[in-house]
C-alpha cells in the first residue's frame, strides 16, 4: 500500500469516522486506573515516542495513576526556564510552529493554499477585527511533547467562549488537507488582558483528545455539545508568566493572536521550527 493511498484514505476516515464517540471510549481507557490497562500503554507511549522521563517529576512509570496521569505529567522545575524578562513573550508549550505571521483582512494561513477565518475561529466577529492586522502563530503539540500549557505573558483572564465542533486530527496531514480546519475543531477561545496588550489563547481540541482542561474549571465541557461563555469580573484570574494554565488530555494545537504591534518575532520562530515552553518568541530591539 503506497504513502498517498494511505494517506488519502486516512483523510477520508476522517470525515466517515464518529470522532466524539471515539474519543470518549479511548479517553476511558486513558482514565483507567487499572494496572493492566495502563502500565501496557505508558510502557508502549514511552517506547513508541522515546519520551525523556528524565525530565518529569516522577520518572518512575509504575508512579502514574493512569495513562492521563502520565501523559500530562509535570516537569522537573528546572527543566524549562522562561527566558528573557517581564516585557518578553515566551512560548506557552513545546510545540512545532507549523505557522505563523500577519492576520490580514481577518484572516490566518493554515497550510499552503488554505486560510481561514479568525471571526469563525473566535466565534466573536468583533473580537476578530481587534485582532486584524496583528499576528498569530499555530503551535502543534506532537505526542512525544510536554502536554501542559503556559502563559506567554502575565495577564488576566478576560472571557472564556467554548465552541463544540469536529474532533479531525490536528497533525501536518489534514492541517495541509483539511479546509478550515481549526475553525471546524472543537475549541475553547481563551481571551487574555496584559501590561503589553490583550492576546487570544485557542485550545483546539482532536481525534482521540479526551477533553481540554483549565486550571481554573477543570475538565471544559466534556459532554455538552453547545457553545458556553464566561466572563470574568473584577478580581479576574490573574497568572504569571510561564504559570500552567491548562493542559491537553491526549495533544493537539494551541493558537496565539496578538493585537496590531504586539509582538515582533525572533527570528528563531520560523515555520516549521521546534520551540519549547518558556522559549522566547519576540525580537529585542
Not at 52 to 68: G, I, K, T
Not at 92 to 119: E, H, M, N, T, W
Amino acid at each position: 500500500m503506497t504513502n498517498t493511498f494511505k494517506d488519502s484514505l486516512f483523510i477520508v476516515g476522517q470525515y466517515l469516522l464518529p470522532h466524539h464517540l471515539i474519543s470518549r471510549l479511548i479517553g476511558v481507557l486513558a482514565q483507567s486506573e487499572w494496572p493492566w490497562v495502563k502500565a501496557p500503554l505508558i510502557r508502549l507511549f514511552i517506547d513508541r515516542f522515546d519520551i525523556n522521563m528524565a525530565e518529569a517529576e516522577r520518572q518512575d512509570p509504575s508512579d502514574y495513576r493512569s495513562f492521563n496521569d502520565f501523559f500530562t505529567r509535570a516537569l522537573k522545575a528546572d527543566s524549562r526556564p522562561i527566558d528573557g524578562n517581564a516585557t518578553d513573550w515566551v512560548s506557552p508549550v513545546d510545540a512545532c510552529v507549523s505557522q505563523f505571521g500577519r492576520i490580514s483582512a481577518g484572516r490566518i494561513i493554515q497550510a499552503k493554499g488554505r486560510d481561514y477565518s479568525l471571526s469563525e475561529l473566535l466565534g466573536d466577529t468583533v473580537m476578530a477585527e481587534q485582532f486584524d492586522q496583528g499576528e498569530f502563530a499555530t503551535l502543534y503539540l506532537a505526542p512525544k511533547d510536554y502536554h501542559r500549557i503556559h502563559m506567554p505573558m502575565a495577564a488576566q483572564l478576560v472571557k472564556t467562549r467554548f465552541i463544540p465542533g469536529k474532533l479531525f486530527s490536528v497533525n501536518p496531514l489534514t492541517a495541509n488537507t483539511v479546509p478550515r480546519l481549526f475553525a471546524r475543531n472543537e475549541r475553547l477561545v481563551c481571551e487574555f488582558d496584559s501590561p503589553h496588550g490583550r492576546f487570544v489563547m485557542v485550545l483546539v481540541g482532536a481525534m482521540v483528545v479526551a477533553s481540554i482542561e483549565t486550571t481554573w474549571s477543570g475538565v471544559v465541557a466534556p459532554w455538552r455539545r453547545r457553545i458556553q461563555e464566561q466572563a470574568f469580573d473584577t478580581p479576574t484570574p490573574a497568572f504569571q508568566r510561564g504559570q500552567e494554565m491548562g493542559r491537553f488530555r491526549l495533544g493537539s494545537t494551541v493558537i496565539l493572536a496578538f493585537e496590531p504591534d504586539g509582538i515582533c518575532w525572533s527570528s528563531k520562530i520560523k515555520k516549521g521550527a521546534n520551540v519549547k515552553l518558556g522559549q522566547r518568541l519576540n525580537h529585542r530591539s
